[in-house]
């Protein structure tokens, strides 16, 4: 008897660990500003998380293309949106524009 109730544990284990979960959304932040990735990699979010009159932006990139800036200037709490495409996100970080050199997150790679 005890040797069923093994098996069977083992069994729910290995089909907890097969079991597909759903993909969380990457993000990077920094003090004031959050970036996240959505649609799988098809566009990013750049969210102003702070009341301190600071702009926000992400340098970003798409798989085919030159490098940009995603630049959010609207104030805490308000966010801007890259759009989505087929042409995924390849990386992107998460800045603050304050004082002296801006404060900026590691960056975050597909």
């Avoid at 993909?23 to 959050?34: D, L, P």
């Avoid at 970003?60 to 293309?65: I, S, Y």
């Avoid at 966010?79 to 989505?84: A, H, L, N, V």
């Avoid at 992107?92 to 960056?107: E, K, L, Q, R, V």
Wanted: charged share 20%; with cysteine.
């Amino acid at each position: 008897m005890k040797k069923s109730y093994v098996a069977v544990g083992a069994a729910l284990a290995a089909f907890a660990f097969a079991a597909p979960t759903a993909a969380m959304a990457v993000s990077t932040n920094t003090y004031g500003s959050r970036t996240n990735e959505y649609d799988n990699w098809g566009g990013i979010t750049v969210s102003d998380i702070s009341a301190d009159n600071n702009d926000v932006y992400a340098d970003w990139k798409r798989d085919v293309g030159t490098p940009q800036v995603l630049r959010n200037s609207r104030g805490n709490g308000t966010s801007e949106d890259s759009g989505t495409s087929s042409n995924k996100v390849a990386r992107f970080n998460s800045c603050t524009d304050d004082a002296g050199p801006n404060t900026c997150s590691g960056t975050v790679y597909r």
